[in-house]
């Protein structure tokens, strides 16, 4: 160490040396007219050199990257800036970055330069690593093969993290010697003798685990390899001895694909002439640089069934929508110049939410699958098979007449009813089937598909389950049915913002107990008043509200401002009073309703027991099991429950006497009658003879005339509603109308 002062300036250094260790930086101090410098332990640990003085900054300087010691020299001697970054290359460590900063230059009569130094090759790393995958990322993403890209991607690899040579190694089928790993792509510095090394990789191939690569390969797991030249698991000793490489880094590229099979595309090597770098970032970054090139070897593999994937639906293997629109585009244009017929059916399954929402998602995708598989059964050849999308289906087929159509139609319709098996249990839906033909029905993909679609949805709103064949008889029918569909999407949207708006609210109708005279409940009817006055018929936004599921949000408006207003009329004297909340099927299968009733009672102060839910016996029957569940949890935490339109549906008395109910409603359709036609008669007679033998309460709704109200007082009903005791009332008219004849424990007697 010939460039080495004995003598210091230890006066300058005793007061720096405490602080720096605690602040983990370095000080230096540099005579100008010396050309000395001095530097601290800790700075002489960042250059790797002896603590002391030096004679020169060459000697002082010697392991600071070549690239990088004029720029740090001229800080030093004259600086024009007051911060330069340098590399520092060593045997032991490797590659580490400092950030040499100027803090002072004293007068001219002690012309001494000093400043700090400090380690900040973490940081710099991290900023390397942050910029590398960046890279990476500009370089792979999108490239259209991995052959163009490789090789920049192992320069890039190089230059920014400190190794002389790189590679990349595929495994590549040999007819005689079996599937074996060759190199086809490399990159080295120039500058370096490394072309002999270069040249045996090219000339090596090798068995999965055989060599360092092969053992890689094999098992997935990356390696250091050190002392190259003379390792006997490195199977080019030779050529890395007569290049100088030391040590490297080998690490695997592999995926695993959506089915859980690893893909394993290929093997990546670095060498430098350095001993192994303990601040190497290679190992920090071999992940993400696999998992870069993995994602577009993945890509490009994909790439090549692309043209497959936008034709095919992936779920169902049927064409996809844009593939079978351009191919009924390409039907319409063929048959039109070869005078051509065809039918194009458009298939919608019935009730398939139900079970997506009750099963989930695995189940509906496993009914489309078995759907597509039963359609393309039953189709005859040439026939033409899509999904549209969702639950909906189409198919373009020759036809001779409208019988061969409706034949077909009658098979799909069968192959849809035949039970689902799913995991033991049997899934029941339907189909419903419009039908329109070229060149009657429409030229052209969209007027063919306006067609079936109009004919389609004729079927469901008869009844769903069947065919329709669309007929041009009636021209007005399309631009009908579109001012229909027009009318249900506007409504829906406007329902949107109903609630928030405040365009809803309630009216109440009074239940009265003929035998007190009192009232014994009300039900809550739900309005809806837009913004310009209009009322809204509940019987045609209720229906939209029900298939657009809004009726939920509904729902929960509905019960919460029913609580709210029960709550104001007991603070008017309407002890005891019941309401009655009318309930959608969908709110009567959600487990969670009972806390949500439990909740919405508790904060408006209002009995359980106050509550009556209503539900339909059609509501019942599409989940029975699910429903009656939720049903005994409602009566366990004390709310009422009552059967409405008791009669019109096809619940058994069998189910009947296990239902948790407490009441249950004679529907109008038999009291409308009930004084004139003796059926009429004799079946809300046995209605109320099963509800009392079963201690029900039994409610006749739709009174309109005395001589109906007579009628249910003679075969002994005691609870009725209907017009003809009171119309609907808003809740102040209400309290206004019966607020004076509050008599006991009930808010009002009847009106007459």
Known sequence: MGDKLDVGMAGLQDSAYALEEAAAFGRWWYRRALGQIEVSPMAASCLDIETGSWRTLEGCLINVAEDDLVPLIALITAPQTTAFEFRVVTANAGLRWMRATVLSREAPDTPITSGILVDITHSKHAAIRERLGFELTELLVGSAQLNEVIVNVIQLVCQRLGWEWGAYWMMEASPQNGDRLACRHLWHRTGHDLGTFSQ???????????????????????????????????????SARSSGLQSGYIFPVTYVSQDGVQHRPGVLEFYSGLARQQEAQLP?????????????????????????????????????????????????????????????????????????DAFGHDTGNCVLREFALRLNSVVPPGAAVGRLGGDEF??????????????????????????????????????????????????????????????????????????DIFSNSNPSSIAKLQASLAQRLSIETELHHAIANKELFLLYQPIFDVSSSLMHGMEALIRWRRANGDLVPPDVFIPIAEQSHLIVEIGQWVMAQACADLSKLYHANFNDLKVHVNMA???????NLPNVLCELARAHQVPSSSITLELTEGMLMKQPERVVSVMRNLRNLGFEISLDDFGMGHSSLSMLKNLPI???????????????????????????????????????EGIETDAQLSKLKE?????????????????????????????????????F
Not at 209 to 221: D, N, R
Not at 585 to 591: D, G, I, R, Y
Not at 680 to 699: F, N, P, Q
């Open 200 to 238: 045996a990789t090219t000339d090596l191939t090798m068995q999965p685990e055989e060599g360092v690569v092969g053992q890689v390969w094999a098992s997935g797991c990356a390696q250091w390899i050190e002392g190259m030249a003379s390792n006997p698991r490195f199977m080019r000793q030779n």
């Open 662 to 700: 407490t009441s249950m409603k004679i529907d109008r359709s038999f009291v409308r009658d009930i004084a004139k036609n003796q059926s009429d008669s004799a079946i809300a007679k046995a209605i109320l003879t099963l509800g009392h033998s079963l201690k029900l309460d039994v409610i006749a």
């Open 585 to 591: 099927a969908s709110e009567f299968t959600n487990v």
């Open 394 to 467: 189409a198919l373009v087929v020759a036809c001779s007449s409208d019988d061969a159509l409706s034949e077909l139609a009658l098979q799909v319709l069968e192959v849809a009813r035949a039970p689902f098996l799913y995991h033991g249990v049997e899934l029941t839906l339907s189909a419903s089937i419009g039908v329109s033909r070229f060149p009657e029905n429409g030229q052209t993909t969209p007027e063919l598909l306006r067609s079936a679609d109009a004919a389609m949805y004729r079927v469901k709103q008869n009844g769903r389950n069947s065919c």
């Open 715 to 751: 075969e002994g009903c005691h609870l009725v509603q209907g017009y003809l005791l009171c119309r609907p009332l808003s809740l102040d008219s209400l309290i206004s109308m019966h607020s004076n004849s509050a008599v006991g424990g009930v808010g009002c007697a009847m009106p």
């Open 284 to 356: 920090l970054l071999s992940a993400t640089i696999g998992a870069l090139i993995a994602q577009t070897t993945q890509r490009l593999e994909r790439e090549a069934v692309i043209h497959r994937l936008a034709r095919i639906d992936e779920l169902t293997g049927l064409s996809n929508r844009s593939h079978f629109h351009a191919g009924l585009t390409e039907r319409c244009i063929s048959a039109t110049k070869h005078h051509e017929k065809f039918g194009l059916m458009y298939i919608d399954l019935d009730r398939f939410k139900p079970i997506n």
